[in-house]
């Protein structure tokens, strides 16, 4: 006997309804004739209305959720927080106050999984200091963020403005 059972068709056998990503439906195999064991896959609604008494020839079968990799391989819609909006802002400023902010809101953004670690550098070709590099999970894209070997008074004093920022920025969303 071969034993061939491939995945869920994505849509029911009995009516055709395609299956929406992560929803419910009956899968079971199917012994047709001794030699071959074959999948169907129905929708809830034609699985009561009598799939599911047709065993005469039902080997297993099993409640599935259907999972359609291209509904989770689009794009999320990029999340705009205020602690993104920082980091942007100050990503671009040469200042080292604004380079220390920008530091604190990507290891923030990292712990809030908008941002995942990949890999820790020696130096920036242009400017001194060890670089971190993360992926951005709504762009995909790559962000470099330097640690010139900022001071504990550097940083608190970033900490400090950055608290301070978002603050107002809160107040600012309170207010509208």
Not at 89 to 105: C, F, G, H, P
Not at 106 to 128: D, N, P, S, T, Y
Not at 154 to 168: G, S
Request: proline share 3%; glycine share 4%.
């Amino acid at each position: 006997m071969e034993i061939r059972i491939r995945k869920a068709s994505g849509h029911c056998l009995a009516c055709g309804k395609k299956f929406q990503h992560l929803e419910k439906h009956f899968s079971r195999v199917n012994a047709p004739d001794e030699q071959e064991l074959v999948r169907e896959d129905y929708c809830p609604t034609c699985w009561q209305n009598g799939r599911a008494a047709d065993v005469e020839k039902t080997y297993s079968f099993w409640l599935s959720k259907y999972f359609d990799s291209s509904a989770v391989s689009q794009p999320q819609e990029r999340e705009f927080t205020p602690l993104r909006t920082i980091f942007e802002e100050a990503t671009i400023k040469e200042d080292r106050t604004e380079q220390a902010i920008s530091y604190l809101a990507a290891h923030l953004l990292r712990r809030q999984k908008v941002f995942r670690f990949v890999r820790r550098g020696a130096e920036h070709a242009e400017q001194e200091g060890d670089v971190t590099i993360f992926s951005d999970r709504f762009t995909g894209q790559l962000v470099e963020v330097i640690d010139p070997g900022f001071s504990i008074e550097e940083l608190n004093e970033a900490r400090r403005e950055l608290v301070r920022r978002l603050e107002q920025m809160e107040g600012t969303q309170h207010e509208s």
